[in-house]
C-alpha cells in the first residue's frame, strides 16, 4: 500500500542509507566519506550547467572527483557528495508506478558508478542486478 502522504526529505535519505548499506561491502567501503544529501529539486545553476531544459530532469547528481581522475598527490577541493532530488524522484515514482524503495536505490547506484568512472551502460548492467 502507498502512503498516503508524499515521503520527506528525511524518508528519503533514510531509504538512500538503507540501499547504500546494502550495496556490496568493496563497492560500499569504497564511497566511504561520500555524504548523500537529498534536496528538493536541482538548483537553477545546476540545470542550466547541465543543459537541462527541466529541473525534473535530474533525479541525481555526483559531486566530486571520480575515482578514476583521482591521484594521490591531489588535495580535496570538497568532498564527494551525492545529491538526490526529492520531487523529480517522486515524479518519476507517480509516472512510472516503480517501487520507491528500488527507484531510490537505481538513482543512488547510478551516482555512485559515476563515482567510479563507469559508463551509463555499465551503471544500467548494476542497477538491473537484484
Known amino acids: 500500500m502507498r502512503p ?13 542509507e538503507d540501499a547504500l548499506a546494502a550495496i556490496p561491502r568493496p563497492l560500499r567501503d569504497m564511497v566511504r566519506g561520500t555524504a548523500i544529501i537529498v534536496e528538493e529539486v536541482p538548483e537553477d545553476e545546476v540545470v542550466a550547467e547541465l543543459g537541462l531544459e527541466s529541473p525534473w530532469e535530474l533525479t541525481g547528481l ?8 583521482k591521484s594521490t598527490q591531489d588535495t580535496p577541493a570538497e568532498p564527494d557528495t551525492i545529491l538526490l532530488y526529492r520531487e523529480p524522484i517522486l515524479l518519476e515514482w507517480i509516472e512510472t508506478g ?5 527507484l ?7 551516482e555512485v558508478g559515476h563515482h567510479f568512472g563507469l559508463s551509463d551502460e555499465d551503471i544500467e548492467r548494476l542497477e538491473n542486478e537484484d
Open 104 to 110: 531510490v536505490r537505481n538513482v543512488l547506484l547510478h
Open 98 to 102: 516503480e517501487d520507491l524503495f528500488r
Open 62 to 69: 555526483y559531486r566530486g572527483t571520480p575515482l578514476t581522475h
Open 4 to 16: 498516503t502522504t508524499p515521503p520527506s526529505l528525511e524518508d528519503l535519505l533514510e531509504m538512500a
